[in-house]
């Protein structure tokens, strides 16, 4: 059973800085492109970033660009999201997803980001 | 960036009756592939959304029958030919044709 269990969210200042994690399981995690989408709270959903197998090809929305970097550890199994100079527009709920398809056919159950002073 | 516009965004109906979602796209999805990368997600209260349909009209493994995806190029549906309780939420339809994806605005179902 594929399983993506995400980490590392809560509150932080406007301009601090959280590095989620997410951790993947059941499947054979090296052989498949990884996503973070992101849900405002109330909102709908927002594509933030994704990574190919190997690393070596990286995509990003514009808004993210510069502030956030998606990344992997394929020996852990594990996808990264580093969120730099934060901003009150990016509190959502972010959501690890495999893709298939050129979509998000796996979703983990989200973690809570909150940017707030 | 693709826009994409999904219609209605509030439906209510009844319980046994049909549903259509409508969605398109401001440009063609067709990619060079040849596939049409457009999928329908399933947001219940409280969940995390669940794929149902990809490549326009291919049901993902678990999804009941009564749930169908149709069209091409930039005009899109997903019909629900007998609603039950467990539909209710938010339907999204989005794109994977272009970098970078982007998703509806969201369809609320609700019962009547």
């Known amino acids: 059973e594929v399983q993506l269990v995400e980490s590392g969210g809560g509150l932080v200042q406007p301009g601090g800085s959280l590095r989620l994690s997410c951790a993947a399981s059941?499947?054979?995690?090296?052989?498949?492109?990884m996503s973070w989408v992101r849900q405002a709270p109330g909102k709908g959903l927002e594509w933030v970033a994704n990574?190919?197998?190997?690393?070596?090809?990286?995509y990003y929305v514009d808004s993210v660009k510069g502030r956030f970097t998606i990344s992997r550890d394929n020996a852990k199994n594990s996808l990264y999201l580093q969120m730099n100079s934060l901003r009150a527009e990016d509190t959502a709920v972010y959501y690890c997803a495999r893709e298939g398809d050129h979509s998000a056919g796996y979703w983990g159950q989200g973690i809570l980001v909150t940017v707030s002073s | 960036d693709v826009v994409m516009t999904q219609s209605p965004l509030s439906l209510p109906v009844t319980l046994g009756q049909p549903a259509s979602i409508s969605c398109r796209s401001s440009q063609s999805l067709v990619h060079s592939d040849g596939n049409t990368y457009l999928n329908w997600f399933q947001q219940r209260p409280g969940q995390s959304p669940r794929r149902l349909i990809y490549?326009?009209?291919n049901r993902d493994s678990g999804v009941p029958d009564r749930f169908s995806g149709s069209g091409s190029g930039t005009d899109f549906t997903l019909k629900i030919s007998r609603v039950e309780a467990e539909d209710v939420g938010v339907y999204y339809c989005?794109?994977?044709?272009?970098?970078?994806?982007?998703f509806g605005q969201g369809t609320k179902v609700e019962i009547k």
């Open positions: 990574i190919k197998e190997d690393g070596s090809e990286i």
């Open positions: 490549k326009v009209s």
């Open positions: 989005m794109q994977g044709t272009y970098w970078h994806w982007t």
């Open positions: 059941g499947f054979t995690f090296k052989n498949y492109w």
